[in-house]
Protein backbone atom coordinates (compact mmCIF):
# COMPACT_ATOMS: atom_id res chain seq x y z
CA UNK A 1 0.00 0.00 0.00
CA UNK A 2 0.72 3.42 -0.90
CA UNK A 3 1.98 5.86 2.50
CA UNK A 4 1.03 8.88 3.09
CA UNK A 5 3.77 11.60 2.76
CA UNK A 6 4.87 12.70 5.87
CA UNK A 7 6.91 15.43 7.56
CA UNK A 8 5.33 18.02 5.39
CA UNK A 9 6.21 21.97 5.94
CA UNK A 10 3.56 24.11 7.74
CA UNK A 11 2.04 25.87 4.31
CA UNK A 12 0.22 28.28 7.28
CA UNK A 13 -3.05 26.77 6.02
CA UNK A 14 -5.50 25.06 8.05
CA UNK A 15 -4.32 21.92 9.27
CA UNK A 16 -7.20 19.61 10.86
CA UNK A 17 -6.00 17.14 13.54
CA UNK A 18 -6.15 13.47 13.25
CA UNK A 19 -5.40 10.11 15.07
CA UNK A 20 -3.06 7.85 14.27
CA UNK A 21 -5.20 5.25 12.73
CA UNK A 22 -6.25 8.00 10.31
CA UNK A 23 -2.89 6.92 8.21
CA UNK A 24 -4.29 3.18 7.70
CA UNK A 25 -7.55 4.45 6.11
CA UNK A 26 -5.48 6.88 4.34
CA UNK A 27 -2.86 3.71 3.11
CA UNK A 28 -5.95 2.07 2.11
CA UNK A 29 -7.78 5.08 0.24
CA UNK A 30 -4.09 5.17 -1.67
CA UNK A 31 -3.98 1.78 -2.44
CA UNK A 32 -7.67 1.24 -4.30
CA UNK A 33 -6.87 4.61 -5.86
CA UNK A 34 -4.02 3.31 -7.63
CA UNK A 35 -5.47 0.29 -8.70
CA UNK A 36 -8.72 1.85 -9.97
CA UNK A 37 -6.37 4.15 -12.12
CA UNK A 38 -4.34 1.89 -13.27
CA UNK A 39 -7.08 -0.88 -14.35
CA UNK A 40 -9.05 1.85 -16.44
CA UNK A 41 -6.72 4.10 -17.91
CA UNK A 42 -7.07 2.19 -20.97
CA UNK A 43 -10.71 1.55 -20.61
CA UNK A 44 -12.06 4.94 -20.21
CA UNK A 45 -10.31 8.10 -21.79
CA UNK A 46 -11.96 10.66 -19.15
CA UNK A 47 -11.68 8.96 -15.29
CA UNK A 48 -12.93 11.37 -13.00
CA UNK A 49 -12.10 11.55 -9.10
CA UNK A 50 -14.63 12.61 -6.53
CA UNK A 51 -13.33 13.40 -3.13
CA UNK A 52 -15.87 13.67 -0.54
CA UNK A 53 -15.66 14.96 2.49
CA UNK A 54 -12.26 15.70 1.02
CA UNK A 55 -10.37 17.64 3.77
CA UNK A 56 -7.82 20.26 3.68
CA UNK A 57 -5.65 17.56 1.77
CA UNK A 58 -2.97 17.91 4.38
CA UNK A 59 -3.41 17.26 8.38
CA UNK A 60 -1.41 17.24 11.66
CA UNK A 61 -1.10 14.13 13.55
CA UNK A 62 -2.13 14.66 17.14
CA UNK A 63 -0.12 13.17 18.63
CA UNK A 64 3.01 14.13 17.15
CA UNK A 65 2.19 17.49 15.35
CA UNK A 66 3.59 15.78 12.20
CA UNK A 67 1.88 17.16 9.41
CA UNK A 68 0.72 14.52 6.93
CA UNK A 69 -0.94 14.63 2.94
CA UNK A 70 -4.52 12.84 3.48
CA UNK A 71 -6.52 11.30 0.78
CA UNK A 72 -7.02 14.72 -1.27
CA UNK A 73 -3.43 15.18 -2.36
CA UNK A 74 -3.01 11.83 -2.34
CA UNK A 75 -5.17 11.32 -5.38
CA UNK A 76 -3.69 13.74 -7.76
CA UNK A 77 0.17 11.52 -7.29
CA UNK A 78 -1.05 8.23 -8.45
CA UNK A 79 0.70 7.48 -11.69
CA UNK A 80 -1.99 7.17 -13.81
CA UNK A 81 -4.02 10.34 -12.91
CA UNK A 82 -7.51 11.29 -13.66
CA UNK A 83 -8.83 13.60 -16.14
CA UNK A 84 -10.95 15.72 -13.50
CA UNK A 85 -10.98 15.77 -9.75
CA UNK A 86 -14.13 16.97 -7.79
CA UNK A 87 -13.17 18.09 -4.15
CA UNK A 88 -16.24 18.63 -1.66
CA UNK A 89 -15.99 19.53 1.73
CA UNK A 90 -18.58 21.01 4.13
CA UNK A 91 -16.00 23.13 6.08
CA UNK A 92 -14.71 26.32 4.39
CA UNK A 93 -11.03 25.99 6.16
CA UNK A 94 -10.90 23.10 4.05
CA UNK A 95 -11.62 24.22 0.85
CA UNK A 96 -10.71 28.19 0.89
Known sequence: MTD???NLADDGLYLPRIKEHSLEKIRIHNYFVRIFSTAMK????HRAYLGL???AGRAMLER???IVETSA???MRVPDRFTK???V???VRCTS
Request: proline share 5%; net charge negative; glycine share 10%.
Open 42 to 45: TRWH
Open 53 to 55: YAG
Open 89 to 91: DQD
Open 64 to 66: TGE
Open 4 to 6: PVR
Open 73 to 75: LSA
Open 85 to 87: YIF
